[in-house]
C-alpha cells in the first residue's frame, strides 16, 4: 500500500511539474504596461501648502485626477509589482516627466536603472508630450538611451521612434508621436514610409510586431478627438493608422487620455489593430496591464493597493489622509481623485472662463455668451434637490418645475459630481450607465435646464440665433419660422431640450457604455488567428449563434425603446 501511495504521490508531483511547467509556457512573451507616471519633483520633495478647499483633510490634492504628491510612492510600488511579477519587460507609453524638465527625466531615468540592477528585466520606453516640454528629443533619447535606444536594431532618427526585439518571436515598435513640428502628432509621410520599412522587414525576418505610442492611435468614442483635443492621431492622418495594420501590427498600447479602453480598426484589407489605452497610474485604482501575447492575447488590469507611506512624510498631508493611505490606499486614492477633478471643474466653470472658452467669430452670439455664462456656471454648480438650496428656488428640481420637465430623485450633489462620477467611470473602463439610467438623464436634463435658465432673459432675436448656431454644430437644418418663435419660458426650454437631448444622447451613449471588447481583462486574437478559435473575445460577432444574435438584437430595440420613453417628456 505504501508502494502505491508512493507511486501515485511521485505521479502527482511530475504531473504538478509538467503542469506548471505547461502554465509557464502558454505565452510566448509577457509584458507589464504602465502609463503616464508623471514623476513631479517638486510636489513629491516639499510642502506645498493647500490647494483645494473640497476636503480639509485632502486639501493638499492638486485641481486634477492625478496624486501628484503621491508619484514616487505610487512609482515605487509599481516597480517593485513589476519586478516580481511573470513578465519579461517592462513598457512605458510616455509621460515619465511630470512638467519635462531634465532633472526629472534624470530621476526617472535613475529609478529604471535600479530596476533593471535588481530585478534583471528590460524597460523600454517612449516620450509623452509632457517628457519633452522642456526637454529636446535629442537629449530624452541621451537620457533614456539603456531602455530601448541602446538596444534598438532601427531608429529614426528625425524622432525618438526606434525598433528592438524582444525574445526569439516579437518585435516592439516604440513611435513617437510628440516630436514638435513633425506634423500632427509628429505622424508625418516620411515617418509613415520608414515605419511601413519596419513592418515589411518584420514580415521578411518572421516577427510578430506591436507597438506603442503615446497618444491614442484611434478615437474610443464618438468625439473622442474632439474632447481630447490633440489626444488623438486618428485614422486619416498620412495613412498611418492602415499601414500600421497592414504592417502587421496588431496592437499598439498608448496612454494620454488617462482612461481603460480597447477598441480596434479594420483597414480595407481585412488587417484588424487594437489600440489598447492604459490609464495614469497615479489615479484611482493605480491601474496598469499584464499582457499575455501567445495563441491569443490575454489582457489582465491589475491596481497598486497598498504604499510606502514614508515617501508621503513632510508633504503637508492631513494626519488623517496618512492614516486611511496605510490602511485603505484603493480608498485613499478614490477620494484624491474626486477631490482633484471636484476642484478642476469647480474652478475652471467660472462665467470668466467659459466666455473665453466659447469665444467666436460670430460677434452676436459673443454678446449673448457674454450675458449668459454667468448664470449656466451658477446653474451647473447649483443643488439638485430643493432640500440643499441655499437660495429659494436655485436647485434644478425648482427650475425643472418652472420648466415643466423632470429629473430623476438623487442623491448627487449638483451636476458637476454626476459628470465626475461618469468620467471617472470612463477611466476606471467597462463602464454601463446606459443613456436611460439616472447618470445619463441628470446630464442631459440638466445641461438643458442650465441653458433654459441662462437664456430665460434674452431676447426673441438673440433666442433665434443661439439656437440657429446650436443646430449649426450638430449639422441639423430647422425651419427658419421655428427659430424665429420664441414662446413661453416653458416652450424655450422644449425647444432647448430637444436639441441636448438629440446632441448630448448619442454622444453619451458610447461614453458611459463600454462596447466589445472589454477594457479592462479580456482576451484577444492573437496573430495567427482564425474565426473558428474559441474563448476569444469576438467584436464582430463572427462566432455568435443565430440565438445569440437574435437576443442581441432584440437588446439593442428593447434599449433604444426604453431610451426613447426616458425622455418623451419634452414631447407632451
Not at 70 to 92: P, W
Not at 142 to 156: C, D, T
Not at 226 to 232: F, P, Q
Not at 436 to 441: A, L
Given at each position: 500500500?505504501?508502494?502505491?501511495l508512493?507511486?501515485?504521490?511521485?505521479?502527482?508531483?511530475?504531473?504538478?511539474?509538467?503542469?506548471?511547467?505547461?502554465?509557464?509556457?502558454?505565452?510566448?512573451?509577457?509584458?507589464?504596461?504602465?502609463?503616464?507616471?508623471?514623476?513631479?519633483?517638486?510636489?513629491?520633495?516639499?510642502?506645498?501648502?493647500?490647494?483645494?478647499?473640497?476636503n480639509?483633510?485632502?486639501?493638499?490634492?492638486?485641481?486634477?485626477d492625478?496624486?501628484?504628491?503621491?508619484?514616487?510612492?505610487?512609482?515605487?510600488?509599481?516597480?517593485?509589482?513589476?519586478?516580481?511579477?511573470?513578465?519579461?519587460?517592462?513598457?512605458?507609453?510616455?509621460?515619465?516627466?511630470?512638467?519635462?524638465?531634465?532633472?526629472?527625466?534624470?530621476?526617472?531615468?535613475?529609478?529604471?536603472?535600479?530596476?533593471?540592477?535588481?530585478?534583471?528585466?528590460?524597460?523600454?520606453?517612449?516620450?509623452?508630450?509632457?517628457?519633452?516640454?522642456?526637454?529636446?528629443?535629442?537629449?530624452?533619447?541621451?537620457?533614456?538611451?539603456?531602455?530601448?535606444?541602446?538596444?534598438?536594431i532601427?531608429?529614426?532618427?528625425?524622432?525618438?521612434?526606434?525598433?528592438?526585439?524582444?525574445?526569439?518571436?516579437?518585435?516592439?515598435?516604440?513611435?513617437?508621436?510628440?516630436?514638435?513640428?513633425?506634423?500632427?502628432?509628429?505622424i508625418?509621410?516620411e515617418?509613415?514610409?520608414?515605419?511601413?520599412?519596419?513592418?515589411?522587414?518584420?514580415?521578411?525576418?518572421?516577427?510578430?510586431?506591436?507597438?506603442?505610442?503615446?497618444?491614442?492611435?484611434?478615437?474610443?468614442?464618438?468625439?473622442?478627438?474632439?474632447?481630447?483635443?490633440?489626444?488623438?492621431?486618428?485614422?486619416?492622418?498620412?495613412?498611418?493608422?492602415?499601414?500600421?495594420?497592414?504592417?502587421?501590427?496588431?496592437?499598439?498600447?498608448?496612454?494620454?487620455?488617462?482612461?481603460?479602453?480597447?477598441?480596434?480598426?479594420?483597414?480595407?484589407?481585412?488587417?484588424?489593430?487594437?489600440?489598447?489605452?492604459?490609464?495614469?497610474?497615479?489615479?484611482?485604482?493605480?491601474?496598469?496591464?499584464?499582457?499575455?501575447?501567445?495563441?491569443?492575447?490575454?489582457?489582465?488590469?491589475?491596481?497598486?493597493?497598498?504604499?510606502?507611506?514614508?515617501?508621503?512624510?513632510?508633504?503637508?498631508?492631513?494626519?488623517?489622509?496618512?492614516?486611511?493611505?496605510?490602511?485603505?490606499?484603493?480608498?485613499?486614492?478614490?477620494?484624491?481623485?474626486?477631490?482633484?477633478?471636484?476642484?478642476?471643474?469647480?474652478?475652471?466653470?467660472?462665467?470668466?472662463?467659459?466666455?473665453?472658452?466659447?469665444?467666436?467669430?460670430?460677434?452676436?452670439m459673443?454678446?449673448?455668451?457674454?450675458?449668459?455664462?454667468?448664470?449656466?456656471?451658477?446653474?451647473?454648480?447649483?443643488?439638485?434637490?430643493?432640500?440643499?438650496?441655499?437660495?429659494?428656488?436655485?436647485?434644478?428640481?425648482?427650475?425643472?418645475?418652472?420648466?415643466?420637465?423632470?429629473?430623476?430623485?438623487?442623491?448627487?450633489?449638483?451636476?458637476?459630481?454626476?459628470?465626475?462620477?461618469?468620467?471617472?467611470?470612463?477611466?476606471?473602463?467597462?463602464?454601463?450607465?446606459?443613456?436611460?439610467?439616472?447618470?445619463?438623464?441628470?446630464?442631459?436634463?440638466?445641461?438643458?435646464?442650465?441653458l433654459?435658465?441662462?437664456?430665460?432673459?434674452?431676447t426673441?432675436?438673440?433666442?433665434?440665433?443661439?439656437?440657429?448656431?446650436?443646430?449649426?454644430?450638430?449639422?441639423?437644418?430647422?425651419?427658419?419660422?421655428?427659430?424665429?418663435?420664441?414662446?413661453?419660458?416653458?416652450?424655450?426650454?422644449?425647444?432647448?431640450?430637444?436639441y441636448?437631448?438629440?446632441?448630448?444622447?448619442?454622444?453619451?451613449?458610447?461614453?458611459?457604455?463600454?462596447?466589445?471588447?472589454?477594457?479592462?481583462?479580456?482576451?484577444?486574437?492573437?496573430?495567427?488567428?482564425?474565426?473558428?478559435?474559441?474563448?476569444?473575445?469576438?467584436?464582430?460577432?463572427?462566432?455568435?449563434?443565430?440565438w445569440?444574435?437574435?437576443?442581441?438584437?432584440?437588446?439593442?430595440?428593447?434599449?433604444?425603446?426604453k431610451?426613447?420613453?426616458?425622455?418623451?417628456?419634452?414631447?407632451?
Amino acid at each position: 500500500m505504501k508502494k502505491f501511495l508512493s507511486v501515485v504521490l511521485a505521479f502527482c508531483l511530475v504531473f504538478g511539474m509538467f503542469a506548471i511547467t505547461a502554465s509557464a509556457t502558454d505565452g510566448d512573451l509577457i509584458v507589464t504596461v504602465a502609463n503616464d507616471i508623471h514623476y513631479n519633483s517638486h510636489y513629491t520633495s516639499k510642502n506645498t501648502g493647500k490647494h483645494n478647499s473640497v476636503n480639509a483633510d485632502f486639501a493638499h490634492v492638486l485641481s486634477d485626477d492625478k496624486m501628484t504628491h503621491e508619484g514616487l510612492a505610487v512609482i515605487s510600488a509599481f516597480l517593485e509589482a513589476a519586478g516580481t511579477n511573470e513578465s519579461d519587460y517592462v513598457i512605458f507609453p510616455g509621460d515619465l516627466a511630470d512638467r519635462g524638465i531634465k532633472e526629472e527625466a534624470y530621476k526617472v531615468a535613475s529609478m529604471f536603472r535600479e530596476f533593471e540592477a535588481k530585478y534583471g528585466k528590460q524597460i523600454y520606453v517612449v516620450p509623452g508630450n509632457h517628457d519633452l516640454m522642456k526637454t529636446t528629443v535629442a537629449e530624452f533619447r541621451e537620457i533614456y538611451a539603456e531602455f530601448g535606444y541602446n538596444e534598438a536594431i532601427a531608429s529614426h532618427s528625425k524622432t525618438a521612434s526606434y525598433v528592438v526585439d524582444l525574445k526569439d518571436n516579437y518585435r516592439l515598435i516604440a513611435i513617437d508621436s510628440c516630436t514638435p513640428g513633425a506634423g500632427k502628432h509628429g505622424i508625418n509621410a516620411e515617418l509613415v514610409s520608414w515605419l511601413t520599412q519596419q513592418c515589411n522587414q518584420a514580415k521578411a525576418d518572421g516577427k510578430k510586431v506591436f507597438a506603442m505610442m503615446h497618444h491614442n492611435l484611434l478615437e474610443h468614442f464618438i468625439l473622442g478627438s474632439t474632447i481630447h483635443s490633440g489626444g488623438v492621431v486618428g485614422t486619416k492622418v498620412e495613412g498611418f493608422a492602415d499601414a500600421l495594420a497592414k504592417g502587421g501590427v496588431k496592437y499598439i498600447f498608448t496612454g494620454h487620455t488617462h482612461d481603460s479602453d480597447v477598441t480596434m480598426y479594420t483597414a480595407d484589407d481585412g488587417s484588424v489593430i487594437y489600440d489598447v489605452v492604459t490609464p495614469t497610474l497615479l489615479t484611482y485604482t493605480c491601474p496598469y496591464r499584464v499582457v499575455e501575447f501567445g495563441k491569443n492575447v490575454k489582457i489582465e488590469t491589475r491596481h497598486i493597493d497598498k504604499i510606502d507611506t514614508s515617501y508621503l512624510n513632510n508633504l503637508g498631508i492631513s494626519e488623517n489622509a496618512l492614516k486611511l493611505a496605510e490602511s485603505n490606499f484603493t480608498e485613499y486614492s478614490r477620494i484624491c481623485t474626486f477631490v482633484g477633478l471636484e476642484a478642476f471643474f469647480t474652478n475652471f466653470l467660472t462665467g470668466k472662463n467659459l466666455k473665453n472658452l466659447l469665444k467666436l467669430e460670430d460677434e452676436k452670439m459673443n454678446a449673448i455668451i457674454e450675458k449668459a455664462a454667468d448664470k449656466v456656471c451658477e446653474a451647473l454648480k447649483m443643488p439638485i434637490e430643493k432640500a440643499d438650496e441655499i437660495e429659494e428656488g436655485k436647485s434644478l428640481e425648482s427650475l425643472a418645475e418652472k420648466y415643466d420637465t423632470e429629473i430623476p430623485d438623487t442623491d448627487y450633489k449638483n451636476l458637476i459630481d454626476v459628470a465626475i462620477h461618469l468620467y471617472v467611470a470612463h477611466n476606471l473602463g467597462d463602464e454601463n450607465y446606459p443613456t436611460y439610467s439616472d447618470e445619463v438623464v441628470l446630464i442631459v436634463r440638466g445641461v438643458a435646464i442650465a441653458l433654459g435658465y441662462a437664456l430665460a432673459d434674452v431676447t426673441a432675436e438673440e433666442y433665434a440665433t443661439v439656437m440657429s448656431f446650436l443646430f449649426s454644430l450638430a449639422d441639423i437644418k430647422v425651419p427658419v419660422d421655428f427659430l424665429k418663435y420664441a414662446g413661453s419660458g416653458i416652450k424655450r426650454m422644449e425647444g432647448i431640450e430637444i436639441y441636448i437631448t438629440t446632441v448630448l444622447v448619442p454622444f453619451l451613449g458610447e461614453f458611459t457604455v463600454d462596447n466589445a471588447p472589454a477594457d479592462n481583462n479580456v482576451t484577444l486574437p492573437g496573430y495567427n488567428y482564425t474565426a473558428d478559435d474559441e474563448d476569444i473575445a469576438d467584436p464582430k460577432g463572427e462566432n455568435m449563434t443565430i440565438w445569440e444574435k437574435i437576443t442581441a438584437f432584440f437588446n439593442k430595440i428593447f434599449d433604444s425603446l426604453k431610451t426613447l420613453f426616458t425622455f418623451l417628456p419634452w414631447v407632451d
